[in-house]
């Protein structure tokens, strides 16, 4: 019969401890409830030493690009979900945005995007939908609906007030931030998608000229989408992408 010895100091305490039934993962931690019971805690990763924390085990990263230095994303790309996940499996993707800067002076609709299933865009209702908006030192709601693109800041309409071609090493006097920035929460239901996002950018010189945004939007007795999303199909309105990263994550419960 197996044994394990464990090596405790001369005068410790007479004390039982009950064990973990299987190994820890790589790097994890072995901790206690106070009482003599064990677990392992964290681990899982790869080196580099610090802090172990709980692994998260229902927000899963699908992938990020980086809009300035990754080759070919400038005009557009697809973030996918992990093969080893099936598409219905994920209750909704979560999708953030840092930074965002064009090619275009003064676009709207900088990021736009659709839901794709096996390469082919799925979005076929619109998306009905109202928001709220603080802008220039006011305040009040809005209605806008999406039914060609699922636009991320649709921002009322209004123009991003930053320099052409301009990236974040851009020593001008001419820029102005924040870019675009935001996340959004897509529902991944099968015919009846949703979207809702936050939003906010520099859309002018003025103390005051900052809009930030809330929309939430979908199905208003209609369908608007015909099957469960597997990546995301993103592009700009018009001109190129400078400057940005994007990120996709898909909720579930591995």
Same mark, same amino acid.
């Given at each position: 019969?197996?044994?394990?010895?464990?090596?405790?100091?001369?005068?410790?305490?007479?004390?039982?401890?009950?064990?973990?039934?299987?190994?820890?993962?790589?790097?994890?931690?072995l901790t206690t409830?106070?009482? +003599?019971?064990?677990? !392992?805690? #964290?681990?899982? =990763?790869?080196?580099?030493?610090? &802090?172990?924390? @709980?692994?998260? *085990?229902?927000?899963?990263?699908?992938?990020?690009?980086?809009?300035?230095?990754?080759?070919?994303?400038?005009?557009?790309?697809?973030?996918?979900?992990?093969?080893?996940?099936?598409?219905?499996?994920?209750?909704?993707?979560?999708?953030?945005?840092?930074?965002?800067?064009?090619?275009?002076?003064?676009?709207?609709?900088?990021?736009?995007?659709?839901?794709?299933?096996?390469?082919?865009?799925?979005?076929?209702?619109?998306?009905?939908?109202?928001?709220?908006?603080?802008?220039?030192?006011?305040?009040?709601?809005?209605?806008?609906?999406?039914?060609?693109?699922?636009?991320?800041?649709?921002? +009322?309409?209004?123009? !991003?007030? #930053?320099?052409? =071609?301009?990236?974040?090493?851009? &020593?001008?006097? @001419?820029?102005? *931030?924040?870019s675009w920035n935001?996340?959004?929460?897509?529902?991944?239901?099968?015919?009846?998608?949703?979207?809702?996002?936050?939003?906010?950018?520099?859309?002018?010189?003025?103390?005051?000229?900052?809009?930030?945004?809330?929309?939430?939007?979908?199905?208003?007795?209609?369908?608007?989408?015909?099957?469960?999303?597997?990546?995301?199909?993103?592009?700009?309105?018009?001109?190129?992408?400078?400057?940005?990263?994007?990120?996709?994550?898909?909720?579930?419960?591995?």
């Amino acid at each position: 019969m197996a044994s394990t010895k464990i090596q405790v100091p001369s005068n410790a305490v007479a004390k039982t401890y009950t064990w973990p039934a299987t190994d820890g993962a790589n790097g994890a931690s072995l901790t206690t409830d106070g009482n +003599g019971v064990l677990s !392992w805690t #964290g681990g899982g =990763g790869g080196g580099g030493g610090g &802090t172990t924390t @709980s692994e998260d *085990t229902h927000k899963i990263f699908c992938g990020a690009v980086d809009l300035k230095n990754d080759t070919g994303v400038q005009s557009n790309f697809t973030l996918s979900k992990p093969a080893a996940i099936n598409a219905e499996d994920i209750r909704s993707y979560v999708i953030e945005w840092y930074g965002i800067m064009t090619s275009t002076l003064n676009d709207y609709y900088v990021l736009q995007m659709k839901p794709y299933n096996s390469g082919s865009s799925v979005m076929n209702g619109t998306f009905y939908g109202s928001g709220f908006r603080y802008s220039d030192g006011g305040s009040g709601a809005y209605s806008t609906n999406f039914s060609t693109y699922l636009n991320l800041c649709y921002l +009322g309409g209004e123009q !991003w007030y #930053g320099s052409s =071609g301009t990236n974040r090493s851009y &020593t001008g006097a @001419s820029q102005y *931030t924040p870019s675009w920035n935001g996340v959004a929460v897509y529902e991944n239901n099968r015919e009846h998608a949703s979207l809702n996002y936050t939003a906010y950018m520099r859309k002018g010189s003025g103390n005051s000229a900052v809009r930030q945004e809330w929309w939430s939007g979908g199905a208003k007795n209609n369908d608007t989408t015909s099957n469960y999303a597997d990546s995301f199909y993103f592009e700009p309105r018009t001109g190129t992408w400078t400057e940005g990263v994007v990120s996709l994550y898909a909720i579930t419960k591995q």
